[in-house]
């Protein structure tokens, strides 16, 4: 999953991992956009000290601002979370798993400026977690309205019968 904590940047340990190169390059296949890709191990990710998988991308910054990350001396800084293992799927793997999960980056760029309500709504930790479902929910509502009402066939797989 993509995440928002760019204070992870500011991290010891993510500035000494940034310094170096990058473990990997991934070039989207529709964008074009190369990015550095920095296994960063498993790091705090909460006050309560809970640990995920981060990796950090990285891109040249264009003309434009950049709908996702954030920029910070020409260079944009993506973070990527995981729970999948660094021996069975390189920073590259889970990247391309995030962004190939069907196209859906200009909607998701969307609802990330648009949907911030929980900070600045509630300062408590199950407040923000009640306003981030409440607007999540709002946000497939108003995906769900926006599709025309047409029903849809039914997809059904025929599997071939076992052989011994």
């Not at 996702?68 to 793997?93: K, Q, S």
């Not at 200009?106 to 911030?116: F, G, H, P």
Request: hydrophobic share 35%; with cysteine; aromatic share 10%.
């Amino acid at each position: 999953m993509r995440g928002k904590d760019y204070g992870l940047l500011e991290l010891t340990q993510v500035k000494e991992r940034l310094a170096l190169s990058a473990d990997e390059q991934f070039v989207h296949p529709e964008s074009g956009v190369c990015r550095d890709l920095f296994e960063c191990g498993e790091l705090p990710v909460t006050a309560e000290g809970h640990r995920s998988r981060v990796i950090i991308a990285t891109h040249p910054a264009g003309t434009t601002a950049s709908p996702i990350g954030v920029t910070r001396a020409g260079v944009v800084y993506e973070l990527f979370f995981t729970a999948l293992p660094a021996l069975g799927f390189t920073a590259a793997d889970v990247v391309k798993l995030y962004l190939h999960r069907g196209s859906f980056e200009t909607v998701l760029s969307d609802e990330d400026r648009e949907q911030d309500s929980d900070r600045w709504s509630s300062y408590t930790t199950s407040g923000q977690e009640t306003w981030q479902i409440l607007s999540q929910w709002m946000w497939n509502l108003r995906q769900e309205l926006r599709k025309p009402r047409q029903p849809t066939s039914m997809r059904l797989t025929e599997f071939s019968p076992p052989t011994n």
